[in-house]
């Protein structure tokens, strides 16, 4: 069970803080214990998470190790470019909800190939590819930047 102050990656909300832990009658007379969770990137949300719901997808934040343990692996990482459109985006946005770091970064590496692949051929990637990658950069740049006590715009010159 994670606690107030507690950052935590929520589904593809992103990094979030803890900012609440509480418990509410909402019907049936039953009553539930929500964590009350703020973006860091848009203090203006509040979301209630239902404690027990095990369908949601949320883990604690990646450790200094795990970031610095995955910052060396990424050499290593598979880019798996999937040529038919719509295949692959689906494959990238199941990416992108399974709220796992080393997915983002794939979906983020494999992305970054095919553009370099095609700006060397004076072509784009598609728009859709561009707001996943950004999407993907975005979400891994705030849990690395927590991580490593940096700011997200810092991540890309860690090294």
């Known amino acids: 069970m994670f606690k107030v102050n507690d950052y935590v990656v929520y589904g593809l909300t992103g990094v979030c803080q803890i900012t609440d832990i509480r418990t509410d009658e909402f019907t049936s007379n039953n009553e539930v214990q929500y964590y009350i ?7 203006n949300i509040t979301i209630m998470v239902p404690i027990n719901n095990t369908n949601i997808v949320m ?4 450790t200094k190790d795990d970031v ?8 290593e990482i598979d880019a798996v470019w999937v040529d038919d459109d719509r295949q ?7 990416a992108l909800k399974s709220g796992k770091v080393q997915e983002w970064a794939r979906v983020i590496k494999t992305i970054y190939q095919e553009k370099e692949k095609r700006a060397a051929n004076g072509k784009k990637i598609t728009k ?9 950069e975005k ?4 849990e ?3 991580a490593l006590n940096i700011s997200p715009d810092q991540v890309a010159l860690y090294s």
């Open 59 to 62: 883990r604690g934040i990646s």
């Open 139 to 142: 979400k891994l740049n705030q």
């Open 68 to 75: 610095l343990s995955l910052i060396a692996a990424m050499p």
């Open 128 to 136: 859709t590819d561009e707001e996943i990658f950004d999407t993907a």
């Open 37 to 43: 969770l703020t973006p860091v990137d848009d203090n």
């Open 88 to 94: 692959r985006n689906a494959n990238f946005k199941a």
């Open 144 to 146: 690395f930047a927590l």
